[in-house]
Every structure is written in C-alpha cells, then in structure tokens.
C-alpha cells in the first residue's frame, strides 16, 4: 500500500515537472536526430502513424512549448495559407487527415523540408526546437497533445474554441492536397 | 446521546444543582473532545480549532519566510544567478500569496476564533462545526498550493495575478488555475469564520455585555469580519472569472472581444485593499488589549476608537483606485481616490492618539508585549505616511510598483499587523498553554526583530526613489543598487534571527515555563476570568457583565449567571443591543462531517483545474455530505 | 552567468546620495522637476508629523506619574484635557491632509492636462523590449527603432503608449512618472528633457520572466544634432561594401535571423522582433541589458537565453566561422 | 475567583423565530456576502457596457422563458410568506403541506431557468457579454438550485419524527433565504434583460 502511494506521488511529481517546464535553453538537437524519420513515412496513406519519439513527447506534454509553438505559429505567418487551422491556401490543419503523416516527426519534417504544392521549406531559417514546438502545436489544434497541455486562448478574436477544449483524436494519415492549394498543372 | 430519552425535560441536571467541583468536571465531559484521531477530526471546540489556525498561520509565515530568505539571497548582489526568472516569479508569488491569504488574513481570524468566545463569556463560537469546515478548507488549500509548487506548478504572476499576464495566453499550465483555486479556498475558509464571528459577537454575549460594554479588541474583530464579508466576494468572483476564462474560453478580461484587462484590476483592488485592512485591525485589536492592560487603565476615548473603526471599515472600500493611478484613468475620479485615500489617515490617527493616550495617564508596564507595541508606533505611524504620499497621483507616478510601494507595505503590514501579533502571542501564550512564554528571550527578540527590520526594509525606500521596480529578479551592477540590498538582506538575516529566537523560546517555554495562573497580567476582560489553558467548556458558569472592564470591576466575586444544562451542549443567547439573556440554545456536537465535506470539496476544487465537469459530478457528491452534516442525529437535538 | 562581483566597491557610489541615471531624485525634465519637488515637499511635513508623533510617545513613557488607587480610578480633569489634545490632533491631521490633497491635485491638474507636443512617438511594449515608432505627417519620414528613444532638448514629447501583449509600464524617472500600457488602450504620456544625456528607464509593470531586463535609454540631444539622428534613422541601412560584411548579410539573410527581425534596405521583413536597420548606432542591445559592442552582440547572438532566459530569440547554433562576419555586419549598421 | 450568582435562565425556552436565532443572523450574514457576489456581478457588467460603445455585444436575451421564470417567482413569495407564519405557529400539517408546495414550486423554477439557459442567444465563448450572461445567470442559478435543494431536505426532515420543536425555526429559516433568493433576482433580471433593452 505504501509502495503504491510512493509510486503514484513520484508519477504525479514527475508528469507535473515535464507538463510545467519552462525549457529556455533547449538540449542541442544534433543532425543525427534528423535522421530517423527523414524518408518513413512521406508518402500518404502508408501504414500507422509512427509514434513519436521520447523527445517528441516531452514536446507534446509541455504546456510551454505548445504555448510557444502557437506564438510562433503567428508570428511566422502560418496563418497566412494555414488561417487558425481551419485551412486557407494551405491544407487545414484542424481536420483528422494527414496528408504526409500526423505524427510529430513527420509534421517537423514537413515544416523543416517543405512539400509540393507550397508548403516552403523552413531548413535553417526556424531553429530546431521551434520547429518542434510549431509542429507540437500543430498537433494540439486537433487535441492530439494532453488535454491539461494544451494551450487556451489567445487574447484575440476568437474563430473557434481554443485548442485544450478540443476533443481528443487519434491521427489519421491520408487526406487529399485542397484544390485551392494544388500548384498549376 | 441515547434515542430512548424521549420524555423532555426529563432529569436534566442542571448547574445549580451541582457543586463546583462536580460541576466543573461534568460539563469538562459534555464539552469535552475524544480521544483518538477520529475525535480529533471530529472537534468542534473553538480553542483546539483556533489552537490549530493559529499553529497552522505560523507555519505558513515559515514557508512565506523562507521565500522571501530566497529572494533577498538573490538580490544580495547584482547580476546573481542563483535563481533564475521562472523560479523567482514563482517564489515571489508564493511570497505573497501566503502573507497575504495563508498568513494575514487566517491568523487573525484564527485569534478572533480562539479569543472572541472567550472575551464575550460564552461556551463556544456560533456554528461551530462550519469553524472545523472552514479550517480544515483553509489548511487542505495552502496544502494545495505549497504542494504545487515544489511540483514547479506554484504561481507565477504575483500574487495580485494582473491579467493578461496571467490569463490563459500568457500563462500556459496550471500554475495561474491553482492560484485562483487557492483564493477560492481561503476566501470560502476566511468568509465562514466572518460569518462565526458576526454572529458570536451579535448573539452570543454574556448577558450584561451591552454593545458599549464589548471590548476594542471583540469590536475590532466584529468589524472586520463585516470587511471580509464585503471584500471577498469581489476576489471570488475574480478569480473565478480568471478561471473561466482560462479553462472555458469566456472572454472576460480579453479586450479584443469585448472584454478589459482593468475588469480585474478592479475586481481585485476592490478586494485588496480593504484585504490591508482586513490584516491591519486585527492589529488594532491586539493593540488595544495590550495597550489597556500594561498602561493600567482603561484604553482612553473608547466610543472614539469603536467609531473609528468603522469608519475605517467604510473608507477603506472608497480608496481601492489607488492601486490604478497609473493605468490611465481619468483624471477626476483619480483625485476623488487621492482625497479618500489621505481621508483614511484621520480614524487611524484617532487610534494612534488615543493609545498615546492611554499611555500618557496610566503607569506603563514594560514587558514584551508592550515592547512590541511601541514598536507597532514606530514602524507602523512610517508606513501610514509613506502611504498619505503614495495616495497622491503625482507622487504615485514616480513610487508605484518600486521598491518605495515594498518598503511601504511592509511597514505597514508588518509593523500594523506582526508587530501586535507577536506582541499578542506573548500577551496570550499564558492563557493558551497556562506557562509564561520567556521575558528575557522575548526582550532579545523584540530588539533583534526591531533592528533588523528597519534595516532590511528601511533601505527599500531608497532603492525604490532611485529607481528600482519591483518584481526584478536581477539588477546590473552599474544602477547602483547594490549596497542598499546587500544591506537590506543583512537585515532580513537579522529578522530571520529573530524569529529563531522566538521559536526557541515558544518551545522551551511551552514545556518549562512558569506557571501563569489565570490572570498573570492582572488584565480586564473576560478570557482571564477563566483557568489558563481554559477547560472545554470555557466557563464553569456564564459571567455576568456589569462593566465594560468586567474583571477590574469585580475585583472580589465575578457575577455569574446559572440554570444551564450541565448533560447536553447549551449556550445562552442574549438580545443583540442590550444583552438580555433570551434562550437557551444548543451547541452542536463534535462530528467528522465537516472533515468529510473538505476533503470532498478540497477534490472537487483542485478537479475543476483540469475539468469544469468536476462541478457537475462533484456537487451531488458535496450535497450528499452536507446532508450527512446537517441531519439531526437525535430527537434530542430538534428541541 | 557573470560571476556576482563584491558590492562593497560601490559603497562610495552610494553614498553619494540619492542620484543616478534613473532616479526619480535626479530630475532632469520639468515633470520630473516638479515630482521630485513634491516629494521633499511631502516627505518634509509628513517626517515632521511622525516625529511630532514619536515625540508625543516618548514624552508619555517618561512622564512622571502619580500613583493611582485602581485602574479604573480616572481623573476627570485629565481625561477632559487629554480629550482636548487628541482633539487637537485629530484637526490637526485632518488640517495636513486637506493640505496635502490640494497641493497634490493642483500638481496634477499642471502636470497632466497637456497632451500636446511637437513630436509625436508610438512606443509599443512587447515581452521584453520596446518598439518606438516616430510619427511624421510624410508616411516617408516614419520610422521605427527600438529600445532607445531621442529626443531634441528642451521640447516636449508626446508618447502614445500601446501594448502587443501584456500589460507593461513606461517609467524613465529622471524625466516624468510612470504610465501603464494596458492592451486594447492608448495611454499618453509627455516627456521633456531640460538638458542633454542619456536617461534609462525601465518596465514598471511585472510583466513575466524578462521583466527585470526590459530597459530603455533616452537619449536627448541639442535640436539640430536630434534631427541629424533623426534623418539618419529615416534612410534604408546601407549595402555593406566589404566582403566579410557581405558574408554577413548574407548569413542573415538565410538564417532565423530574418525570420523575425526587419532591416530596412533588404529582404528582412519581420515585424516581431527590434528593427535592425540602424542597430549598430545604439548604445544598449538586448533592451538594455548589455552595452553594444561586437563581443556582446556575439555573446548575444550565442547564447541568448544564457543571458536573458525565457527571451523570444532563440539559440541558432550558428557556426564558428559565421559569428564574425555577423557580428561585423550588424555592427557596421549605423 | 469564587463567582456570585446573580441571575437564574433555568426557565429560558431553547427556541423561537427570526431575529432572536443565531441561524437567522447566520443567513442574514451569508445574504449579505452572496448580496455582495451579485452587485460586484452586475457592477462587472455595467462596467463592460461601459467601456464598450456598442453594448450589447449581441441580441438582447429573449423574454418569454425568463418572463415566466419571473413570474413564478414572483408567486412563490406568497406561499413563502404564509409557510413563515405557519411555521412560527408551528402548525405541522401546513407546513409539510406548504414545504410541498414550496418544492414543487422550485423545481418548476429551476425548469423555467434551464429553459433560459437552453435560450440564451450567445455562448459564454463568443465574446464577453455571452460571458457575463451565462456566468450571472449561472451564478443566480446556484443559488436557487441550492434553495431547491435545501427546501426539499427540510420537507423531507419535516416528515420525520424530527418534524418538531426548532425543526420549525429550520423551516422559517429555510423561507427567509428564499425571499433574498427571489429578491436577488429582480435587480439582476433587471440589468441582464431590460438593461440592453432600454
């Protein structure tokens, strides 16, 4: 019984440290980070969203990097093709479908190589952990991140609910490129 | 009690058909709490549950102590990197938010919770099992947040938690959802016991104590428990706004959709600044008891004093724009807030000039607990008239949110309410334990903490006129700055070795001090009527009140009233103005439903954090223990 | 971080007396002229008060007294005249405090009625630096800097006061009092130097993790040397002629760097981060918090959230041989 | 010291009404502290209208469910009024006839304000007046729904074998904080329907 209380209060202390963090100063992420995940699974629809890796996780968990990733998501246009998710010139990020994989690694991949039809690509001009942190955020506009992470709302107008009132879930890969964002044949 | 005693009436003993002897120990059983953890919980006694707060307040001013240690560490030199931003929000937060909600307000409702049952001669507080409920919330509550912190989920964004900076945007986590959360504990814990209070004082005095007869001390507390029932709600309502908005999307306080960031400042300072004087009259209280009985005579100008404090309590909702003169508002309404603000100056003047008073006719005593009132003077006059110049719009400009306004309220808070707190810990440690706390120590103590507190705060003044902010959690060499606060942290050493002392001499005294008697100071009012500790019951027979000095009146017998059950909890109900004996009512039993029902609501509390269902399948569960609270457990009770 | 060095080498500096560059004690403006005045003016009659009122304690503890049957026995004569005193001063207060209110308002009503001044400026708090925008009726002749602000001796200037996020406060003591910058509101404030030099001034307004390094310099000049400034700010930053400081443009240009920095005259666009164009003429970098020196823009440039943690610039992992030509180029925008 | 007895309260009674209770005033204080909740509402409210030229920040919130709402309140200070007199002259048959009554009258209430939720033309997330809306009336809400509960409670007790002696205080108790129920409503019905209106 006590072991047990003693489990539940580390598990408590360790989830509450990693969901609070405030990282400034991230470990460096090496280019051989990058590897694993470059050519898995880039094309559409193939086999199950790959789970994300252990550092992934600690991105998705932590209320302050999602709360960056969302900054950032404004700050470096997103929006622009993207709106607040729902979808614009660039695909909509709120829906379940996947067009090149929904889990982190691979939307980190889309953000850091671009892909056909106009996503750029932001190799070098975003710095690793906020790519992360974007694409961790990305990932919270369709509740894929813990809910008691999920950043609230901006003091702003509002389209929609914010992301942590979302319901939760799963990735779904697949999806088509929207018409409105299909490069000239 | 036994369900077959059906019959009414049926041999009851009564008081006067006992000897004292007898009758003494019976109602000790009647009034007495179990043994065992369950009659522990189960207490309803207001000594054992105000012995609690109060043990409970100190413990958090360590905790609020200890922060504040870790910040003058950090400012002690320029540039320092001992702690970094994240940490030094959250300790300076949970700084204040103790002193403020874990310290301030409970101790002196947890003296008013000890004392004012005994002050007005009566056998328990009003509702007595709300007092458990209301302890056992504001405990579980500073539980809560001390326990998030050391999970890196304490606060962040000070303790008045200025939105947006801590609205769901700027704030992401949970750090900002448990400091509302915490308001709501303490504001639930702190309003229950407001509501005790006004109703002990209204109903429950000695037969004979007309509303002039009341002692400073019991109308100090009266009248502050009026400020808290009219200051909390606006806190609670904040805080809860803040936590919809955070959790639920409401849009309150953003401005871009239709909400104002001001919306809280005004919320909260509605609150805050009466919450000054909802710290400070209990100071005033202890100060008056002190005051009266080490000059030796009554305190002078009493109508005066009584009247006040309740023009205190008016003005000091009249002022609370004073926090605002540099949001932008519009000018003439900030003058009307300058012009209450100095106004507030003239009934605490009264207060101060009629103590000086007091101390000028009558043949000062000087033992620590004077000690620490003359001190009070000294610190707590400075603070006033720092604050007569921050209530100017001008000045304010230049002084707001720098180290002046710090050095300002410390002044106040701790010269206005610790100061006459530790004075009255001396004061009363007799009556709570029977033993004298140690003069020697006390006298050591009363210098160390004097020094030391000018030095550490005086400077403050200083560092804030030459320009530095508050909430800094560094400063660059070149401001030079950096003598005033590593003398200012030299000084809160010296604080801090004070309160050492104090301990120590709490825990020596505690176990080998003298004996006290009943009335070692030979004071006048009605708690020193009785042994020390008092027994449960407080009283072998319920005094009568001929004078508002009851016990320097009736130097040789105390007029006592009898004709109470000895078997069953019974207290006498006395017409509100006059006093009059007017029923017999009874007096709860001890019961572990108040325990039960805060724990049930310390969960539903900290569940709303991560989901506003928790209300929705929390409430019938509440209801429920509630019930079990409420139910009459006997027919006994229902008569 | 640096090492804590002794403060006890700055005792002399202290004791100097209540002077410094940001000091409410040091006026330097008329506003803050009057301030300071006002507060000697208060600070004198109300230490008055309190040793009036210590006194009065004093003079009770050492009286002599006479013994005294009971404490309940009173004099009535006594009781009569300290009923008198406290009368006394109780008007007496009150009489301080009407004082007080009157002088404090018509300070105010001088101080704060006039929004009106030559030059015009939009200052916009952001977490944790300042954007200044100088309006001009030619939208030409607009431009925006940040964390320092110049200003012509001698003039007033009016400052609109907006915040991107939370709230902060606008304080430069030596000049004027503190104005709050609340979102979704447009404060006014108006500053005017009596003298030239350099004024530092601070947020006021606890405003998250960089709140203790969220600085700002004003810098007043004589009037015709403030509009050279002035022109100088106005042009594009020029292309850089050298070949290592072409390097560094382009190092610029290709990393996070554009991403959220603006250098008018090339691609360099971003909006959410200080204007570069004419970095290299300030005397601070990182709002305040290091003086502007190739070493420390490098220092900067590597280890942003070593010197200011939780600051929006990110660490970019530059390499070796591109810090240098970096640095040069950012240095040589004048 | 020795005491000397001066006055004998053998024959005080343990009970009686109103003023003379503790409980009384115990309400009173929490009537007081809730009163305060709700004018520190409004007051928020006001304030936004205020400062927001164009308030309200949509359509006024429709009058037919809060109408009857009002109205059935309104009513129920009648049978509250005489439950108080019968439970002073601690009548038992009217007052657990009344305490039916009373009930029944409160869960028709509480159904009339569900309705009034189920009506209100903004969502508390569109913009801060849907805020104020729903939170007030959410606020008002909790206060009844506890009223409800708490009458049903007592009408359940008064048909124990607890249903004598201060169980009668409990009942007149139980009345006054309905009154301050009903009273609170009215200024607040007022500012959140006709305030937009005028």
Same mark, same amino acid.
């Given at each position: 019984m006590r072991r047990l209380v003693a489990i539940a209060a580390a598990i408590a202390v360790l989830s509450a440290c990693e969901r609070e963090d405030r990282e400034f100063r991230p470990p460096p992420v090496g280019? =051989?980070?990058?590897?694993?995940?470059?050519?898995?699974?880039? @094309?559409?629809?193939?086999g199950p969203a790959e789970r994300p890796g252990e550092m992934g996780q600690a991105y998705e968990e932590n209320a302050y990097h999602l709360s960056e990733g969302k900054r950032l998501f404004t700050w470096f246009n997103?929006?622009? $093709?993207h709106a607040n998710g729902g979808g614009g010139s660039g695909p909509a990020?709120?829906?379940?479908?996947?067009?090149?994989? %929904?889990a982190l690694l691979n939307v980190v991949q889309t953000i850091r190589e671009g892909r056909p039809?106009?996503?750029?690509?932001?190799r070098g001009k975003i710095p690793e952990e906020q790519i992360m942190q974007i694409a961790a955020y990305v990932r919270s506009m369709e509740r894929q991140v813990p809910q008691d992470a999920a950043p609230g709302r901006n003091d702003d107008l509002m389209p929609r609910p914010s992301e942590h009132r979302l319901p939760a879930r799963p990735a779904v890969p697949g999806g088509t490129v929207p018409p409105s964002g299909q490069a000239p044949q | 009690m036994s369900e077959t005693m059906l019959e009414p009436h049926a041999e009851e003993p009564l008081d006067t058909d006992l000897p004292d002897g007898e009758l003494a120990k019976r109602l000790a059983t009647t009034w007495g709490t179990a043994g065992g953890i369950i009659g522990a919980l189960s207490t309803v006694d207001h000594k054992i549950i105000g012995r609690r707060y109060i043990l409970t307040g100190f413990l958090f001013l360590i905790l609020g102590g200890l922060a504040a240690v870790a910040m003058r560490l950090q400012l002690?030199?320029?540039?320092?990197?001992?702690?970094?931003p994240d940490l030094y929000n959250q300790i300076f937060t949970m700084h204040g938010t103790t002193m403020m909600f874990l310290f301030g307000v409970p101790i002196g409702e947890a003296l008013a919770v000890y004392l004012v049952p005994l002050m007005v001669g009566t056998r328990n507080i009003a509702f007595p099992r709300l007092n458990a409920f209301s302890y056992y919330v504001y405990l579980f509550g500073g539980l809560m947040i001390w326990v998030a912190f050391a999970l890196n989920i304490g606060p962040d964004n000070?303790? &008045?938690?200025?939105?947006?900076?801590?609205?769901?945007e700027f704030s992401p986590g949970k750090r900002a959802d448990f400091w509302a959360q915490l308001v709501t504990f303490t504001e639930v814990a702190a309003l229950a016991v407001a509501v005790e209070i006004v109703v002990t004082v209204l109903k429950?005095? @000695?037969? !004979?104590?007309t509303l002039d007869r009341i002692p400073l001390f019991v109308w100090a507390m009266f009248v502050n428990a009026f400020l808290i029932i009219f200051a909390m709600p606006a806190v609670m309502l904040g805080s809860t706004m803040l936590i919809l908005d955070r959790l639920?999307?409401?849009?309150?306080?953003n401005q871009a959709e239709g909400?104002?960031?001001l919306l809280w400042q005004h919320l909260f300072w509605f609150f805050g600044h009466p919450e000054v004087y909802i710290i400070f009259l209990p100071g005033t209280a202890f100060v008056s008891a002190i005051v009266a009985t080490f000059a030796r005579r009554?305190?002078?100008g009493y109508p005066a004093i009584v009247l006040s404090l309740i023009a205190t309590g008016f003005l000091?909702?009249?002022?609370?724009?004073h926090h605002m003169?540099?949001? !932008?508002?519009p000018q003439l309404g900030a003058t009307f807030f300058t012009a209450s603000s100095m106004m507030i100056a003239i009934p605490t003047g009264i207060q101060i000039f009629c103590w000086i008073g007091t101390l000028w006719d009558g043949k000062p005593i000087y033992r620590t607990p004077l000690l620490f009132v003359l001190g009070f003077f000294f610190i707590f006059v400075a603070g006033g008239l720092s604050g007569v110049m921050l209530a100017s719009v001008p000045i304010d400009t230049q002084v707001h949110d720098t180290y002046f306004v710090v050095a300002h309220f410390h002044y106040v808070l701790? %010269?206005?309410a610790v100061f006459p707190l530790i004075g009255a810990i001396y004061y009363w440690f007799p009556k709570f334990t029977g033993r004298m706390l140690g003069e020697r120590l006390g006298r050591c103590h009363f210098w160390l903490a004097f020094i030391g507190f000018n030095v550490a705060f005086f400077p403050m003044h200083i560092s804030g006129l030459r320009g530095m902010p508050r909430r800094v959690y560094t400063y660059p060499a070149?401001?030079?700055?950096d003598t005033l606060n590593l003398i200012s942290t030299l000084g809160a050493a010296l604080f801090v070795v004070s309160f050492l002392v104090f301990i120590y001499n709490v825990a020596a005294s505690a176990r080998g001090g003298d004996i006290a008697g009943d009335n070692p100071w030979d004071?006048?009012?009605? =708690?020193?009527?009785?042994t020390s500790p008092p027994?449960?019951?407080?009283?072998?027979r319920i005094p009568f009140v001929t004078s508002r000095e009851p016990l320097w009146a009736e130097r040789e017998t105390l007029p006592v009233v009898t004709g109470l059950a000895v078997d069953k909890r019974e207290v006498v109900i006395t017409t509100t103005?006059?006093?009059?004996p007017d029923l017999k009512e009874s007096s709860p039993d001890p019961t572990v439903w108040p325990f039960v029902s805060a724990i049930v609501v310390t969960v539903i509390f900290i569940a709303t954090i991560f989901t506003p269902w928790a209300l929705a399948w929390g409430a019938p569960a509440a209801a429920l223990v509630m019930i079990a609270w409420f139910w009459p457990k006997s027919v006994e009770e229902d008569k | 971080m640096r090492c804590c060095r002794p403060?006890?080498?700055a005792l002399p500096l202290t004791l100097t #007396? $209540?002077?410094?560059?940001?000091?409410?004690?040091?006026? +330097?403006g008329p506003q803050a002229d009057t301030l300071a005045t006002m507060f000697w003016v208060f600070t004198a009659i109300l230490a008055l008060v309190w040793l009036l009122t210590m006194a009065a304690l004093f003079l009770s503890l050492r009286r002599a007294r006479a013994e005294r049957a009971?404490?309940?026995?009173?004099e009535p004569q006594a009781e009569r005249s300290m009923t008198r005193a406290v009368s006394a001063a109780v008007a007496f207060t009150a009489a301080i405090v009407i004082a007080l209110t009157v002088v404090s308002y018509a300070a105010q009503r001088a101080l704060f009625s006039s929004h009106e001044a030559p030059l015009t400026l939009l200052v916009k708090g952001h977490q944790w630096w300042w954007e200044v925008t100088y309006e001009?009726? +030619?939208?030409?002749r607009r431009f925006t800097t940040a964390n320092e602000i110049h200003v012509p001796v001698g003039q007033p200037v009016l400052i609109k006061l907006q915040s991107s996020d939370v709230i902060h406060s606008f304080w430069v003591p030596s000049l004027a009092g503190k104005m709050d910058i609340v979102p979704g509101r447009e404060n006014r404030l108006v500053i005017e130097a009596s003298k030239d030099g350099i004024f530092r001034g601070q947020c006021? =307004? &606890? $405003? %998250?993790?960089q709140h203790a390094h969220m600085a700002i310099a004003v810098v007043a000049h004589p009037a015709e040397e403030f509009e050279r400034w002035r022109e100088n700010q106005i042009s594009a930053a020029e292309p850089p002629d050298d070949p290592l400081r072409k390097r560094g443009m382009e190092i610029f240009l290709s990393?996070?760097?554009?991403?959220c920095h603006q250098i008018r005259g090339?691609?360099?666009?971003?909006?959410?981060?200080?204007?570069?164009?004419?970095? !290299?003429?300030?005397?601070?970098?990182a709002a305040g918090t290091l003086p502007n020196s190739r070493g420390n823009l490098a220092a900067w440039i590597t280890d942003p959230q070593g010197i200011k943690?939780?600051?929006?610039m990110p660490l970019m992992k530059l390499a070796g041989d591109e810090i240098e030509p970096l640095t040069r180029y950012l240095e040589g925008l004048r | 010291m020795e005491h000397r007895v001066v006055?004998?309260?053998?024959?005080?009674?343990s009970y009686a009404f109103?003023?003379?209770?503790?409980m009384w005033w115990g309400t009173l204080s929490f009537c007081l502290l809730e009163g305060t909740g709700f004018a520190l509402a409004l007051g928020g409210y006001l304030y936004l209208a205020f400062v927001n030229?164009?308030?309200?920040? %949509?359509?006024?919130?429709?009058?037919f469910w809060s109408g009857i709402f009002t109205l059935l309140m309104l009513a129920s200070l009648v049978p509250n009024f005489v439950i108080e007199r019968a439970a002073r002259g601690e009548n038992l048959f009217r007052v657990r006839l009344l305490l039916v009554v009373m009930s029944a009258a409160g869960l028709l209430v509480t159904g009339a304000r569900v309705m009034e939720f189920a009506v209100?033309?903004?969502?508390?997330?569109?913009?801060a007046y849907g805020s104020l809306l729903w939170v007030i009336l959410g606020l008002h809400a909790a206060h009844l729904v506890t009223d409800v509960v708490d009458t049903v409670i007592v009408t359940v007790l008064m048909f124990?074998?607890? #249903?004598f002696g201060r169980r009668f205080s409990d009942v007149e108790d139980n009345a006054f904080y309905w009154n301050f129920v009903v009273l609170s409503w009215l200024p607040t019905y007022f500012v959140l329907y006709w305030v937009p209106r005028l």
């Open positions: 280019t =051989e980070a990058e590897a694993p995940v470059t050519l898995s699974s880039i @094309a559409p629809g193939t997103c929006k622009g $093709c990020l709120m829906d379940d479908s996947w067009i090149y994989g %929904g039809n106009g996503m750029p690509s932001f | 002690a030199v320029p540039d320092n990197s001992l702690i970094g000070g303790w &008045f938690s200025y939105v947006p900076l801590a609205g769901p429950l005095r @000695a037969p !004979g104590m639920l999307d409401t849009h309150f306080f909400g104002d960031p009554p305190v002078f000091s909702f009249g002022l609370w724009v003169f540099t949001t !932008g508002l701790i %010269g206005g070149e401001m030079g700055w004071a006048a009012t009605l =708690e020193w009527a009785t027994p449960p019951h407080n009283f072998d103005t006059e006093a009059r | 403060a006890l080498v #007396g $209540c002077t410094g560059w940001q000091s409410s004690l040091d006026p +330097q009971g404490p309940l026995v009173l001009d009726g +030619q939208p030409s006021a =307004e &606890f $405003c %998250g993790w990393r996070p760097c554009v991403m090339t691609p360099a666009a971003g909006k959410v981060a200080p204007d570069l164009t004419h970095v !290299g003429s300030r005397l601070h970098i943690p939780g600051a929006h | 006055r004998d309260l053998s024959d005080l009674p109103g003023p003379r209770m503790t030229p164009d308030w309200p920040l %949509g359509p006024p919130p429709p009058l209100l033309p903004v969502r508390w997330d569109f913009n124990t074998r607890h #249903g």
